[in-house]
């Protein structure tokens, strides 16, 4: 009988770095550990997607949809300042296209599938595991907010985070986990609750740290 999974390994592996990302953010080599960020990033959502259960087209049609929607309401949002208040992008998410970061896709997807894997086994009717998902969403948006502007992920005008922000992510956030819970295709997916755990974890401690 297996003790250990192989998504257990997944999950220490990310636990691991994460927890290495603690240190080094708070150390004199924070400038190293912010040019890891997008690699980190990357890793994250590769660790979801391999264990997403029931995976068939429509689920990686839903994916790069939900990357693409991700980059472009951020594109819409830093070039208008209308959506989610008025912001710019640092360097710390690498390389940026027309000044938005190609990472920022890949964390609105990170927050998606480990939001919707925490939702995704509850007794709840689809939307309701949406709706729920979407706060979950927010609730880390919450907590990554201070930390991105500190490590120069991206500044908000005044140094001060708008209410319209949270109220943006979680529309936007909503709609995209009512699509994803509506079509059919697999929603369970081992590593996601653990992997929310986790960014729960290392966004609380570095707003202690900061």
Do not use: C
């Not at 007794?123 to 907010?145: G, H, N, S, T």
């Amino acid at each position: 009988m297996k003790i250990f999974e192989k998504s257990h390994y997944a999950l220490a592996v990310v636990f691991i770095l994460h927890a290495v990302g603690v240190v080094g953010f708070n150390s004199e080599w924070k400038g190293y550990f912010q040019m890891l960020t997008p690699l980190n990033l990357l890793f994250s959502v590769i660790v979801l997607l391999l264990f997403q259960e029931g995976k068939n087209m429509l689920f990686w049609i839903t994916a790069v949809g939900i990357y693409i929607a991700g980059f472009g309401v951020e594109w819409l949002g830093v070039k208008t300042g209308k959506v989610f208040g008025v912001y710019e992008y640092g360097a710390t998410l690498g390389l940026k296209l027309d000044d938005i970061p190609l990472m920022i896709g890949v964390n609105w997807l990170i927050l998606a599938l480990a939001s919707a894997g925490v939702t995704s086994r509850m007794p709840l009717p689809w939307f309701m595991k949406a709706i729920v998902a979407a706060a979950l969403m927010v609730f880390l948006d919450f907590l990554i907010e201070p930390v991105a502007m500190a490590f120069d992920m991206w500044s908000w005008d005044g140094m001060t985070i708008p209410v319209q922000n949270y109220v943006a992510w979680y529309v936007i956030a909503l709609i995209m986990l009512l699509v994803y819970f509506y079509l059919p295709f697999g929603k369970s997916n081992k590593v996601a609750a653990g992997l929310y755990l986790i960014l729960f974890g290392f966004f609380t401690l570095l707003n202690f740290t900061l």
